[in-house]
């Protein structure tokens, strides 16, 4: 089984500043892979960014990336510069290697991002 | 190019009526995904279909709900004989194949049983 926990349910940010999204996780699989998706007011899921557990380097993408450390089992994201646009709920997922985990992604309950002007 | 769309946007049904709510994955991806998100919640798997075929519905909350994909394109969730706990977001996505990272989702459909 994995699991996935975001233990913020909310954050502020100050538009310009970088923050932090906490993410741990836990899993029996020897290889995984975790994910971050952004969820507006819109409703859609909109990814943002993926990292494999035998990737060496932390995945980034434009201003995000991922802060991962696996011996902790969290896989952090970080927005540098915000802007308001930013505000939305973020979601923390993975998906496993093996059996029904291998297809299916596990999410977080989400942290609700508000960039401050 | 065209992304998930799924129909209807909104429903609001009263209980007991039966639903379907309709998937159009991205042309070319096999693997299509329903999940529910109820309100203030993550996503939950509900059903997985890797071209018409569902090796997975171990997901479904109850043998209310059931699912169908044809031509390895458009999938119907169904709800039969919807109850009041049923009133969630349901989001559909698609990647090339299961195996592949990134999932692609579609706007959801936020169904009301009143």
């Known amino acids: 089984a994995q699991k996935i926990t975001q233990t913020q349910p909310g954050m502020f940010v100050q538009e310009k500043e970088a923050v932090t999204l906490d993410c741990t996780y836990d899993t029996s699989d020897p290889s995984y892979g975790l994910f971050w998706y952004k969820q507006p007011s819109s409703g859609e899921m909109i990814f943002l960014i993926y990292?494999?557990?035998?990737?060496?380097q932390n995945a980034t993408e434009g201003r995000y990336s991922l802060n991962f450390q696996k011996a902790r089992k969290s896989a952090n994201l970080v927005i540098s510069a915000s802007q308001l646009g930013d505000s939305a709920m973020y979601f923390c997922?993975?998906?496993?290697?093996?059996?029904?985990?291998?297809?299916?992604?596990?999410f977080g309950k989400g942290t609700k991002l508000s960039v401050i002007p | 190019g065209a992304g998930v769309s799924q129909s209807p946007s909104n429903k609001v049904t009263e209980k007991g009526k039966d639903v379907e709510l309709r998937c159009d994955p991205i042309s070319g991806h096999t693997a299509l995904y329903w999940y529910r998100q109820r309100l203030g919640q993550g996503l939950e798997f509900l059903i997985y279909f890797q071209g018409n075929s569902a090796p997975d519905k171990s997901g479904l909350p109850s043998d209310r709900f059931s699912a169908e994909r044809t031509g390895e394109s458009v999938s119907t969730l169904t709800i039969q004989r919807t109850q009041q706990e049923d009133s969630a977001v349901y989001l559909c996505?698609?990647?090339?194949?299961?195996?592949?990272?990134?999932?692609?989702f579609g706007p959801g459909t936020r169904l009301t049983v009143t």
């Open positions: 990292q494999g557990s035998y990737d060496q």
């Open positions: 997922a993975m998906r496993g290697d093996s059996g029904a985990g291998s297809y299916q992604l596990t």
């Open positions: 996505a698609s990647s090339p194949h299961y195996w592949l990272s990134e999932q692609y």
